[in-house]
């Protein structure tokens, strides 16, 4: 696709060495909806001229079949820009168009990864926000399974992970030690799974069903899946 000069111009100001997501709201809020430079800024295949273009398409020129385009676009990026642009799709376009929302719950066993993606965070977020009674009952080790699915030694000890696992419940008070370990664990294993996640540690991932119904195929989908159970526990 041939574009114009002012999406030539565009292109080089956010592909500038320093340029940061802010920068892009920024530019985006000046453009405000332009959907042929859109077209243009995301033919480039570039990552900041694409996540550019997401913050101004029209979302009333975008339906089913240009979702999955984009998402076929999305798919042939490089891993973490992959799950960004995915991830700023589904937050600046497909969570703030009713029609575009009403596609979401039909992607749960979609055979793309980044359907499923987008599927889990929707979910999440709908128990989150309330708007879908939380089922807080369910699969509490599922949220886990990222490493235990891809056949890696999860970090949370074995003990520990069968004081919390489904069918538990208190039976004694909290020893501060417990409480310190938990709140570490927190952050430590958000940061670590974001490392080996880039690092490629999960090579292989068995696929399973869990006793909700849904379906993880891949590590994508342990993680999306983790990211919605928990907003249901914490809804």
């Given at each position: 696709m041939k574009i114009s000069e002012k999406t030539q111009n565009i292109v080089a100001e956010v592909t500038k060495e320093g340029t940061k997501l802010g920068d892009l709201r920024k530019v985006a809020k000046d453009i405000k909806k332009d959907h042929q430079l859109a077209q243009g800024l995301w033919s480039t295949g570039k990552f900041f001229p694409m996540m550019l273009a997401i913050l101004i398409f029209d979302p009333k020129c975008l339906d089913a079949g240009?979702?999955?385009?984009?998402?076929?676009?999305?798919d042939k990026q490089k891993?973490?820009?992959?799950?960004q642009l995915t991830?700023?799709?589904?937050?600046?376009?497909?969570?703030?168009d009713k029609k575009l929302t009403v596609l979401l719950p039909a992607w749960q066993n979609s055979s793309s990864p980044l359907k499923r993606r987008i599927f889990w965070y929707h979910q999440g977020r709908l128990r989150w926000m309330g708007q879908t009674p939380p089922d807080n009952t369910a699969d509490l080790m599922d949220a886990m399974l990222v490493y235990s699915g891809s056949g890696l030694t999860p970090m949370v000890s074995e003990e520990l992970?069968?004081?919390?696992m489904r069918g538990t419940k208190p039976e004694?008070?909290?020893s501060q030690k417990e409480a310190d370990e938990i709140r570490s664990l927190l952050f430590s294993t958000i940061d670590k799974t974001e490392q080996d996640y880039y690092n490629r540690v999960f090579r292989t991932y068995t696929e399973r069903r869990t006793q909700m119904g849904f379906l993880l195929a891949s590590v994508e989908d342990g993680i999306a899946f983790n990211n919605y159970h928990e907003g249901c526990t914490w809804a």
């Amino acid at each position: 696709m041939k574009i114009s000069e002012k999406t030539q111009n565009i292109v080089a100001e956010v592909t500038k060495e320093g340029t940061k997501l802010g920068d892009l709201r920024k530019v985006a809020k000046d453009i405000k909806k332009d959907h042929q430079l859109a077209q243009g800024l995301w033919s480039t295949g570039k990552f900041f001229p694409m996540m550019l273009a997401i913050l101004i398409f029209d979302p009333k020129c975008l339906d089913a079949g240009i979702v999955d385009s984009l998402l076929q676009d999305i798919d042939k990026q490089k891993g973490e820009e992959r799950l960004q642009l995915t991830d700023w799709l589904m937050a600046n376009q497909l969570m703030k168009d009713k029609k575009l929302t009403v596609l979401l719950p039909a992607w749960q066993n979609s055979s793309s990864p980044l359907k499923r993606r987008i599927f889990w965070y929707h979910q999440g977020r709908l128990r989150w926000m309330g708007q879908t009674p939380p089922d807080n009952t369910a699969d509490l080790m599922d949220a886990m399974l990222v490493y235990s699915g891809s056949g890696l030694t999860p970090m949370v000890s074995e003990e520990l992970m069968g004081k919390y696992m489904r069918g538990t419940k208190p039976e004694y008070d909290l020893s501060q030690k417990e409480a310190d370990e938990i709140r570490s664990l927190l952050f430590s294993t958000i940061d670590k799974t974001e490392q080996d996640y880039y690092n490629r540690v999960f090579r292989t991932y068995t696929e399973r069903r869990t006793q909700m119904g849904f379906l993880l195929a891949s590590v994508e989908d342990g993680i999306a899946f983790n990211n919605y159970h928990e907003g249901c526990t914490w809804a």
